[in-house]
């Protein structure tokens, strides 16, 4: 790292200022739900019975599918005992459900519909990775807004998102769902999804964000999804809750409760977590549903006894909500009959369910116009916005001697690769009308498909797909989509193959290979031991380059992956992530030049999967890095990213200078000001992302090596010059000290650097003192 003189001396100076977050946040927070919905609930409450009140702690599964549930949920809805139903994405099921509800039960209370609108309803925007890497919470926060707008008119009030686990490992699978490896760029992507769905107050336009899974789950044990997470709790406090706390703070609604087990004690009935933590720290009022089945699983963990046990454990761990297992419809009554949870607990539990209805207008207005439905759906506004949307999130990661961008005016383009015109990937996974299957409603554009439409009939388009690879396990949804898959090429498949690709790319003047993993390569229950292309991409590759044409590979993919080849031989590389529907066009603006890649890596990318777990914001070690020596690293491979957090080229340059800070000196509590010079210093108009880390030098705990504090991306025109300024106060500068288990900002010194990426060299520093 860049050193400093001791300018301020060198008395470890550790009085420190306690800051009373929690006691602070939870005082000042305005109330979740309105006066009016809360007085409504409250005498609602009233007239329930417990079979009621449990009813609605229970969301029942809305599709009858093996495995989820043996039947539809009529019976009981009529009942009163549900209060939620998930996984219907079917207008008029919908509708049918809530009269049983509304005119049939006794309370007539509606049902709270829930889905998965994770990126997008029928128009499919960029996968969370991919919108993260725009590092421009803004145009999350509109793409989120527009997929509420969607669910909204399709019945849909609660959505699963956003998730705001942090990753740093790509071999977990969900590691697309989120927003990386950063608590400070996660936080921000939190808070723009919330305010997306649900827009600044709750009310009847809004869709209930639902923030997920809570707590620790991209831990994983070997990046193996639902493996137990071991985090301690400075980690937990200073990176893995950060993001959900975010959301808290932003006015989320709702909470779901991971899978796994936290420090040995399952998420779903871990009382810290969910009261201590949630409820008491940071004051939330909302909700908290549990992952699907995740309350009946307690005893599959090894943490319940049975269902009684389960129910009891989750209940009192501060859960409100079993998703799809019934385990609270079965035991709950019992346990308040023999005085284990009493039932002024339960009310409590009730409560939010019932405010949450009210605000969201359901009372109101419980049914959906089914004859709008689609017009909203098909708004041509939704296509442009993603389009947009997809152009900002793409990464430039290589492009050498100006391969990109292409010219419009080329005559004869060979594209190659299995995902090069796939439908099926261009999308990502976990798309709502797509999750049980292809629905046939949107048309998504592929990248062949793009180029095709960019360059007119004029120009020769060749398409050489090659073999579609495969898993070696079916999907998590692969059965109810009845996706087949396909056993690997055999070798003499595989040389005709790579013939093929060979006479393509000798035909053509440029030859763009789209490669990287399926859609259902990433995902939950989707982790992978290699990060490598899969099947014989790689070969197709190399086949390719070695024809000496100019090669662009546009990866396509939910995870960083081992391209050390590509990232030598290769000249141009740009990652598309899963662009979404209008994917296709999207990736033609970047590559011929209508667009210019401003987007930048929330992750590390690792050189292989033998590197992970690997984050930027990790702690300095005993000796100074990059001297010879008893130094951390590996003999056998660069122990470094292959590109590092926050790193993206663009077809312009930038340049960043003038880094100075308003104080050289200031005391705890007081806020710094960073200021930084950006110039576009190329030929085109361009965006930067200015990036400014800081590093704590000594104190109660060790710091991280460095820690992203403050972001933007600007447009500068070709010569502009922004000066751009960023906040360090007690948000930026606290940390949860281990030993003290507070929140504190300490007398120190501070490292701070600006520049376009994890590694940036500007650097100024300034001390804290009491
Ligand atoms: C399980 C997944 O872990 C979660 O993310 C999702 O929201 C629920 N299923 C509901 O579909």
């Known amino acids: 790292m860049v050193t400093m003189p001791l300018k301020w001396g060198s008395r470890l100076a550790l009085l420190c200022v306690l800051l009373v977050m929690a006691a602070a946040s939870a005082a000042a927070q305005d109330a979740l739900f309105s006066s009016a919905a809360k007085q409504k609930a409250e005498s609602l409450l009233k007239q329930m019975t417990l079979d009621e009140k449990i009813g609605q702690l229970n969301q029942a599964s809305g599709i009858v599918l093996q495995g989820l549930a043996d039947e539809k949920p009529d019976n009981l809805i ?215 089945f995740a309350v009946q699983n307690l005893q599959t963990h090894g943490y319940a006894k049975d269902p009684e046990d389960a129910a009891y454990k989750a209940i009192t761990a501060g859960l409100n909500m079993d998703m799809a297992s019934e385990t609270y419809t079965h035991n709950l009554a019992k346990l308040v009959k023999e005085g284990r949870v009493s039932e002024t607990y339960i009310d409590q539990m009730v409560l939010p369910v019932l405010e949450a209805k009210y605000d969201l207008g359901l009372f109101d207005h419980p049914y959906v116009d089914e004859s709008k439905v689609n017009t909203v759906l098909d708004r041509p506004e939704g296509l442009a916005l993603e389009r947009k949307l997809a152009g900002r999130s793409m990464v430039l990661l290589r492009n050498e001697d100006h391969t990109l961008p292409l010219s419009k005016g080329l005559k004869k383009v060979a594209v190659i690769g299995p995902l090069a015109d796939s439908t099926q990937d261009i999308e990502g996974g976990w798309t709502v009308e797509g999750l049980f299957g292809p629905s046939g409603k949107s048309h998504p554009v592929t990248v062949y498909a793009g180029i095709k439409k960019m360059l007119g009939s004029d120009a020769e388009v060749t398409l050489v797909s090659g073999p579609v690879p495969s898993r070696l396990y079916p999907g998590l949804l692969d059965q109810l989509k009845g996706v087949k898959m396909s056993p690997p090429p055999t070798p003499e498949e595989t040389a005709d193959w790579i013939t093929k690709v060979k006479a393509a ?82 990736v033609a603006d970047v590559l011929f030049g209508d667009v210019d890649p401003g987007g930048k890596l929330p992750v590390s990318w690792p050189r292989v999967a033998g590197e992970e777990p690997l984050y930027y914001n990790h702690n300095l070690t005993h000796e100074p890095e990059d001297q010879p020596g008893f130094t951390s690293r590996y003999w056998d491979m660069n122990s470094k990213p292959l590109y590092p957090f926050g790193y993206g080229l663009s077809y312009t340059t930038f340049q960043f200078a003038n880094l100075r800070l308003s104080k050289a000196s200031m005391a705890a509590g007081d806020t710094n000001e960073v200021s930084v010079d950006v110039t576009n210093t190329g030929s085109v108009a361009g965006d930067a992302v200015a990036q400014v880390y800081i590093h704590q030098r000594y104190g109660s705990a060790s710091r991280p090596v460095r820690q992203l504090e403050g972001f933007k991306r600007v447009s500068l025109q070709p010569g502009e010059k922004k000066t751009l300024t960023f906040p360090l106060g007690s948000h930026e500068l606290h940390f949860w000290d281990p030993q003290t288990k507070k929140w504190v900002v300490e007398a120190s010194e501070f490292d701070v650097w600006a520049g376009g990426d994890s590694k940036a060299s500007l650097h100024a520093g300034f001390a804290v003192t009491q």
């Open 505 to 586: 790319a000798a035909n053509a003047d440029v030859v763009v290979a789209v490669m990287g993993e399926t859609a259902d390569m990433n995902g939950e229950a989707a982790s992978r031991a290699t990060l490598n292309m899969p099947g014989i991409q790689e070969q197709m590759l190399e086949a390719v380059a070695a024809a000496g044409k100019p090669v662009v590979l546009v990866l396509e993919n939910g995870r960083p992956l081992d391209i050390r080849w590509a990232s030598e031989h290769v000249p141009a590389i740009l990652e598309a992530w899963y662009p979404g529907t209008e994917g296709g066009d999207a």
């Open 78 to 292: 009529v009942q009163g005992r549900v209060g939620s139903v998930l996984w219907l994405n079917d207008v008029h099921e919908i509708n049918r459900l809530q009269h049983l509800a509304v005119e049939k039960s006794r309370l007539h209370i509606p049902i709270l519909f829930g889905f998965d609108v994770i990126h997008g309803y029928r128009t499919v925007f960029p996968v969370p990775l991919a919108m993260a890497s725009s590092w421009d919470p803004s145009v999350e926060e509109r793409a989120q807004h527009l997929a509420a707008e969607d669910a909204r008119a399709a019945g849909i009030e609660w959505t699963f998102t956003p998730m705001v686990d942090i990753a740093r490992d790509a071999r977990w699978g969900r590691i697309v769902e989120g927003a990386g490896e950063d608590p400070y760029l996660g936080a921000a992507m939190a808070r723009a999804q919330v305010l997306g769905f649900q827009g600044e107050h709750m009310g009847p336009e809004s869709v209930l964000a639902c923030v997920k899974h809570f707590a620790g789950y991209g831990a994983a044990d070997g990046g193996r999804d639902y493996d137990s997470s071991y985090v301690p709790e400075e980690l937990m406090r200073n990176v893995y809750l950060v993001p959900f706390h975010a959301a808290e703070q932003a006015g989320a609604g709702s909470f779901m409760s991971a899978y796994m087990d936290l420090n040995d004690v399952p998420a779903s009935g871990n009382h810290w977590l969910l009261t201590d933590v949630l409820r008491k720290d940071w004051g939330f009022q909302g909700l908290v549903l549990s992952d699907a």
